[in-house]
């Protein structure tokens, strides 16, 4: 099964700075790739997913990814944060190559936090 | 519209207890239906997933099970709880070949 690695657990950040939040997954194949997003106190939600075509992906809130295949990544990106960015955020890729009914694996997620 | 649907929200519960854990979804046929697993600091553990009723695959060898008794229901249960399964379990479901997954607001469980 695919792992995944999301290289900063905590990152602190002030408004209006630019945030690139890594995720890297452990081998080829077809992939589907996710980013979701957990509100404090809220239940987990997708933020963007890639499939297929353009590699650059554009989610809600003003947050994109770009699916690097040689480099086996998929980083979250956004120009410039708010404080309700404030959340933790989960990079996934489907278990299997080719996807399926197997589920997701998930990375250990980062906790992000925008001071005013 | 699809909704998912989980109870209780919290459970305290001594060890030795049963648990019984709960996921309903609406609006869709032939779900298939997750049971994760969220620890702080290790992202999400995948326990159990199920492509059709009676139909149960688990992933990691421990002190819990599932059943999906109808099409829209998957139940996570113990007979005795451990005190390392306290969590916060969530219940997800998708629909088609991506993968995407659909969660409830989750369930989280103190064992003392």
């Known amino acids: 099964a695919q792992s995944v690695s999301q290289h900063n657990h905590h990152v602190i950040l002030s408004e209006a700075a630019s945030l690139e939040l890594g995720c890297n997954y452990s081998?080829?194949?077809?992939?589907?790739l996710f980013w979701y997003v957990q509100y404090p106190g809220q239940h987990l939600q997708l933020l963007l997913k890639?499939?297929?075509?353009?590699?650059l992906v554009k989610g809600i809130t003003g947050f994109e990814a770009e699916f690097i295949k040689s480099k086996f990544s998929f980083n979250l990106r956004k120009p410039s944060v708010q404080w309700s960015d404030t959340a933790e955020y989960f990079c996934?890729?489907?278990?299997?190559?080719?996807?399926?009914?197997?589920?997701?694996?998930f990375g250990k997620g980062t906790h992000l936090i925008i001071q005013p | 519209s699809q909704t998912i649907h989980q109870w209780p929200a919290t459970l305290v519960q001594p060890v030795g207890s049963p648990l019984s854990l709960e996921c309903t979804v609406e609006?869709?046929?032939?779900?298939?239906l997750y049971w994760y697993r969220q620890a702080a600091g290790r992202g999400l553990q995948l326990l159990f997933y199920?492509?059709?009723?009676?139909?149960i695959s688990s992933e990691v060898p421990q002190n819990l099970s599932a059943s999906r008794p109808q099409d829209r229901q998957f139940i996570l249960s113990s007979k005795k709880l451990l005190l390392s399964d306290s969590g916060f379990y969530l219940c997800?479901?998708?629909?088609?070949?991506?993968?995407?997954?659909?969660f409830g607001e989750g369930s989280r469980l103190t064992v003392l």
């Open positions: 890639y499939f297929s075509g353009d590699p």
């Open positions: 081998y080829g194949g077809t992939v589907n």
């Open positions: 609006g869709t046929s032939n779900p298939n």
């Open positions: 199920s492509v059709g009723i009676g139909q």
């Open positions: 996934a890729v489907n278990r299997y190559s080719g996807g399926g009914a197997d589920g997701l694996t």
């Open positions: 997800a479901w998708s629909g088609g070949g991506t993968g995407e997954l659909f």
